[in-house]
């Protein structure tokens, strides 16, 4: 049986028990099964990703789809509940029989997924889920396209290392499995590292108010301020910082909330010099990198932060797969994600293990500034788009 | 006195006013709930989500025409009025005459309620996240005392400031407005005794309209003077709900006063045990301190209003 | 043994056959959360329902039977093991429950509401703070002991049968009565010499052994959990409650009913409606609760009795509930 004789077969048959979505009206196309926030307090990163999925989605098949077949994506909403992608996962699995899943946001679902996953022995693409034990459980199914939560703060290492070399560090984190992971991750390197920790707290995630522990932070004096949030907590926490006048040689985010476009829009100049990891900015020089951004921008009239990327480029490693794979079964499908070796907008996609890690796609990370307004791409300096500020000037000095 | 000992009292003081100006808000949440319970004995489970509507009012008002938060103060409360005059009228009133076993039919249809505004927000405005961007968003008042040859240095957020002092004025004309007035004194023996107020001639049915409208323009008042120090979201309401009921509960049911003070209870209890605690408990000081004041306080901290 | 046991011992036969002709895992999946929540519903309703004591913290014992199991296999059971959680996770909820209870049991009504919805929101936080005991917000997550949907249809079915027989022999017996009476007129209860609060405390414990029974199940079933999964009050605490009065409280077959209906129709909103399906879900809760006051089964069986009894003396109408 040709492979696409196998798709054809394999689409009939989901398109018979699965005969309420008519997504499946022709047999010309492959289906896989995509669990996404899009309802409840993650369905802003859901939306994002899913405009970013039918986008390479739209482009694969422009060109030609997989020789010649069409990929056809099944985005379920899950609702940020791990029990309801759970729920889903089983139902792509059992019902629709599609061999290959793909998704998920959050660190919680997408571990939950991953169990399902690698129970049924289906190959799961992690793709934008960062805790660092979903790829540490020596799951064989299981392959992860963003680096671990603890890899995220490569970049600022590289940067301590070679610029900043602080002494004290206070840390605050939200109470999430993100959280948690990034800020262990800080913590181990800095007792690794002579830098001390001077306070590292998690907080739970809608707070209105933190000035009392920015206060306690300020009478501290830590030379940095490190902090991991998920959402919208981050610009709060920069605004009140400048409104304590909590003065520090910089601001450092983990990710997440500090690298969203609205970051800068809700915290307007209390962004100004605030730092964070991140795993891209549209001035990465990958092929596609800034097209992707562009476009997208375009299309939706608003910018993608790097779970927009890694949603597309994880379309166009899922089409490699296709394409490469022997047959549509979940075991060949596997060897040929095992043996993915890809550059794609979003950076280099191969799948390695080391330490505790398996199936782990190992990349540089970067460290962002906010620069008059925009952010600037500071670390490492063969990526940077601007010089870094640092230390950054106290609050009352600035303009 | 040492550069030590100044800073801890620098951190006091900031985490004092913090704690109060932050308690000043949610009074403004708790009234609004205070009001609702007190008359009808009912709990909405839909409070933060109306606040949430008032939130995305402001926020189009702002956006669309520029219209300064404050200023939207004047559209947003009668707005509100009416959906919960709406609300009351042609939802929870029928239910409320249905006979049932547990009196609970209420607090679910508010559960329905919560649901169909939150994701009726989530269909018109999409999951993003969105603010208003005002230019006094971080403006922050110093205030440097200096003391043993030490300076500690206060700061006031501005917006913090405004919706403190108009939550202290809306409480006060509430206050009022129930003492004073026909329809406030017909609002309070609602409260205390709904049959009794019946059959003294109060038609009880168009005050419990007054007063679901009251207590929504009030939780939106709350929400209009949250959006400059905030965000919103469509998913915003739940947890602002349960401090609701914290501070209500905190006050005694009813109690203008008292949900004033529970708000400051409850903000102060927050950002001293954020410091002093710990942070990741935050949010529990407000839940210990209520069930404390339910069992040894049973009528709320000041002690009366409990029908 | 009456008519309604026996078509309720049928009924249980009839879908204890069921796996034999289901083999969609899917399905099964469906049918194992319809009954986790058919026993969940029952056990709010003993409480809830039939004692008339309205807790908005039910989460608290689910979330302390999930973790009972999760942490035994954190701490080197084997999944297989990790059965027994099931009754240990019930003994810890109840006992939970009796800690609860003795505080909360002083207040009435909406108070008594609020006060459980307050401690079991402090129970949530320490979960999410205790991170050497409950691994914090990263959660539990183990790869369960069986692959077949049907075991766990089976186990669950077994649980909520079994639950289903006890509140029925519990409220056809003496507590039952003074259950009913409780909920009726406390004040009065007390003065014809029941001791209110030791009856109270005793319906919340059977009831918070049952949810916590389910919470053992659900992580042994579903083999992760984080508190906020568990611990949740809209997704537990208040789920439970609506189950249970959309089916009828204070019904026996009224949390079955309820279950159904929030899981299959939730499911369907949700595929088929997309990201509009809590709007729908919404509309439906409001529409349900406004045509039957009384739940589903409730108000049919009002509206029944009500048309025989008006059949028979015209005149009679409302009296009957």
């Known amino acids: ?7 054809v077969a394999i689409a009939v048959a989901a398109a018979a028990t699965f005969s309420a979505t008519p997504l499946l009206a022709q047999a010309k196309s492959f289906t896989v099964g995509v669990p996404l926030p899009l309802t409840g307090a993650e369905a802003k990163f859901g939306e994002m990703e899913k405009q970013a999925y039918d986008m390479a989605v739209e482009e694969i098949n422009a060109k030609g789809g997989i020789k010649g077949v069409k990929l056809a994506l099944d985005i379920q909403d899950s609702g940020g509940k791990p029990e309801t992608a759970t729920a889903i996962v089983e139902k792509f699995i059992g019902t629709n ?8 946001y959050s660190s919680q679902c997408s571990y939950a997924v991953a169990g399902v996953a690698e129970k049924y022995k289906v190959p799961y693409l992690v793709v934008t889920g960062a805790a660092d034990k979903i790829t540490q459980e020596g799951w064989k199914y299981v392959y992860r396209l963003n680096p671990p939560a603890s890899l995220y703060n490569l970049g600022v290492f590289g940067f301590f290392e070679n610029v900043a070399k602080p002494k004290t560090i206070a840390i605050l984190y939200e109470n999430t499995d993100f959280g948690n992971s990034t800020s262990k991750a800080m913590k181990e390197y800095c ?14 995630a809608g707070g209105v108010d933190f000035k009392p522990i920015l206060q306690k932070v300020k009478s501290l004096r830590p030379d940095i301020v490190y902090m991991v949030s998920y959402l919208m907590d981050a610009s709060l926490l920069m605004r009140q910082s400048k409104e304590l006048d909590l003065n520090a040689q910089a601001f450092i985010g983990g990710g997440a909330g500090h690298t969203l476009p609205e970051f800068l829009q809700n915290a307007a100049d209390a962004s100004e010099l605030c730092m964070s990891a991140t795993l891209w900015t549209p001035q990465a020089k990958y092929p596609g990198a800034k097209e992707f951004f562009d476009n997208f921008k375009k299309k939706f009239g608003k910018e993608p932060d790097y779970h927009g990327v890694e949603a597309y480029a994880a379309t166009y490693v899922l089409a490699d797969v296709l394409k490469r794979a022997k047959t549509a079964t979940p075991e060949d499908l596997r060897a040929a994600l095992a043996s993915t070796d890809l550059t794609t907008a979003f950076g280099p996609v191969k799948f390695v293990s080391w330490g505790k890690f398996t199936n782990q796609n190992k990349m540089e990370t970067l460290v962002l500034q906010v620069i008059k307004g925009k952010y600037e791409t500071v670390w490492p300096p063969e990526a940077a788009t601007a010089k870094y500020v640092y230390p950054v000037p106290r609050w009352r000095d600035r303009k | 006195m040492s550069p030590q000992v100044a800073g801890q009292i620098e951190l006091l003081g900031q985490v004092l006013i913090s704690g109060i100006l932050l308690g000043g808000l949610y009074a403004l949440i708790g009234l609004g709930m205070s009001l609702i319970m007190g008359v009808m004995k009912i709990i909405n489970l839909a409070h933060g989500e109306l606040m949430m509507v008032a939130m995305y009012i402001t926020y189009g008002m702002f956006t669309l025409w520029k219209v300064d938060p404050y200023v939207s103060l004047l559209v947003v409360c009668p707005a509100m009025f009416l959906l919960g005059i709406a609300i009351q009228k042609f939802l929870i009133t029928p239910v409320m005459n249905a006979d049932s076993v547990l009196p609970q039919n209420q607090v679910l249809l508010t559960v329905g309620i919560g649901l169909v505004l939150s994701n009726l927000a989530l269909l018109l405005f999409t999951a993003n996240y969105r603010s208003v961007p005002v230019s006094y968003a971080s403006k922050t008042i110093y205030w440097d005392v200096k003391a043993g040859g030490q300076t500690i240095s206060l700061s006031f957020s501005y917006p913090f400031l405004v919706a403190f002092g108009i939550a202290v004025f809306l409480g006060a004309a509430l206050f009022l407005f129930l003492g004073m007035t026909d329809t406030g004194r017909m609002i309070r023996a609602t409260a205390q005794d709904k049959r009794a107020a019946s059959l003294l001639g109060i038609n009880t049915k168009r005050i419990t309209y007054i007063t679901f409208g009251l207590g929504a323009a009030l939780v939106g008042a709350a929400g209009a003077l949250l959006d400059p120090v905030y965000y919103l979201y469509p998913q915003i309401g739940g947890p602002f709900t349960s401090k609701a009921f914290v501070i209500t509960v905190l006050g005694g049911l009813g109690n203008i006063p008292g949900a004033v003070l529970g708000g400051l209870v409850l903000g102060l209890a927050e950002s001293l045990g ?31 209003g409990r029908a | 043994m009456t008519k309604s046991l026996a078509a309720a011992l049928l009924s249980v036969a009839a879908l204890a056959l069921l796996p034999l002709f289901v083999s969609n895992t899917y399905v099964l999946h469906m049918l194992v959360m319809v009954l986790l929540w058919v026993l969940l519903g029952q056990s709010w309703n003993l409480l809830g329902g039939y004692t008339g004591q309205v807790s908005y913290g039910h989460a608290a014992f689910f979330g302390v039977g999930a973790y009972t199991t999760a942490i035994m296999v954190k701490s080197g059971l084997s999944p297989a093991m990790a059965w027994w959680g099931l009754l ?10 009796s800690v609860l209870g003795w505080i909360c049991f002083r207040l009435r009504g909406p108070y008594f509401s609020l006060s459980i919805l307050a401690l079991s929101e402090v129970l949530r936080l320490i979960a999410v703070n205790w991170k050497d005991l409950t691994n914090g917000a990263e959660g539990i997550l183990y790869i369960p002991a069986f692959n077949s949907k049907a075991a766990y249809y089976w186990i669950i079915l077994a649980l909520a049968a079994v639950s289903f027989l006890t509140i029925r022999a519990v409220m056809r017996s003496k507590f039952g009565f003074y259950f009913l009476a409780i909920r009726e007129d406390q004040d009065c209860a007390e003065s014809l010499g029941i001791n209110t609060t030791k009856y109270k405390l005793y319906s919340l414990l059977i009831s918070a052994f049952f949810t916590g029974v389910a919470g053992s199940f659900y992580m042994n079933y579903m083999g992760f959990i984080d508190p906020g999964i568990v611990f949740s009050l809209p997704d537990i605490s208040i789920m439970m409650i609506l189950c249970t009065m959309l089916g009828g409280a204070a019904t026996m077959e009224g949390p079955a009913v309820g279950a159904v209906l929030y899981i299959l129709m939730s499911e369907a909103f949700r595929v088929f409606l997309k990201s509009g399906h809590l709007l729908f879900f919404g509309i439906l809760i409001i529409v349900i609760i406004i045509f039957f006051p009384q739940g589903i089964v409730g108000t049919l069986r009002e509206r029944w009795a009500g048309r025989r009894l008006r059949a028979a003396s015209p005149g009679i109408s409302k009296e009957v509930a």
């Open chain 1, 1 to 7: 049986m040709t492979i696409r004789r196998m798709f």
């Open chain 1, 97 to 104: 029989k599609y061999p290959i899943v793909v998704g998920e």
């Open chain 1, 191 to 204: 007792d690794g590292h002579g830098v001390s920790v001077v306070l590292s707290e998690g907080y739970q």
């Open chain 2, 274 to 304: 954020s410091v002093y605690v710990s942070l990741g408990y935050k949010d529990a000081f407000g839940f210990i301190i209520f069930v404390l004041v339910l069992i040894f306080l049973p009528k709320g901290l000041l002690g009366k």
């Open chain 3, 88 to 97: 240990l996770g019930g003994i810890l909820a109840a006992l939970v429950g």
